[in-house]
């Protein structure tokens, strides 16, 4: 990756759960790749749970976090709960006063 941009990697982690591990930036320039990468999951692996792990992700704005709620409601559709894991403090922050912490089953520092 080139400094910049948002890559995912797909690791089924038991057969009812797929993690999605992010990196790079998630914004506006790239908030539909992480769209893309669930919509493409859920109708192949239809996992009962689906993560989406931010150890990686350095940069969530505004649109990004759009994009993460969208992808709740595309894994809802699936009858499949979507949670996030391993938010960097900025990110975790931005969750938090977004009230989104809940949502996405994160604990609550």
């Given at each position: 990756m080139?400094?910049?941009?948002l890559?995912?990697?797909l690791?089924p982690?038991a057969?009812d759960t797929?993690?999605i591990?992010?990196a790079?930036?998630l914004?506006l320039a790239?908030?539909?790749?992480v769209?893309?990468?669930?919509?493409?999951?859920?109708?192949v692996?239809?996992?009962?749970?689906?993560v989406l792990?931010?150890?990686?992700?350095?940069?969530?704005?505004?649109a990004?976090?759009g994009?993460?709620v969208g992808c709740?409601?595309?894994?809802?559709?699936?009858?499949c709960?979507?949670r996030?894991?391993?938010?960097?403090p900025?990110?975790?922050?931005?969750?938090?006063i977004t009230?989104?912490l809940d949502?996405?089953a994160?604990?609550?520092?």
């Amino acid at each position: 990756m080139d400094g910049y941009g948002l890559s995912a990697t797909l690791e089924p982690e038991a057969s009812d759960t797929v993690v999605i591990r992010l990196a790079g930036e998630l914004d506006l320039a790239t908030r539909e790749q992480v769209t893309e990468a669930v919509q493409a999951v859920l109708p192949v692996f239809r996992p009962d749970a689906l993560v989406l792990d931010l150890a990686a992700v350095t940069v969530l704005d505004s649109a990004g976090i759009g994009a993460l709620v969208g992808c709740w409601k595309l894994a809802a559709g699936f009858g499949c709960t979507l949670r996030l894991c391993n938010p960097r403090p900025l990110a975790y922050a931005q969750l938090e006063i977004t009230g989104l912490l809940d949502v996405f089953a994160l604990p609550r520092n």
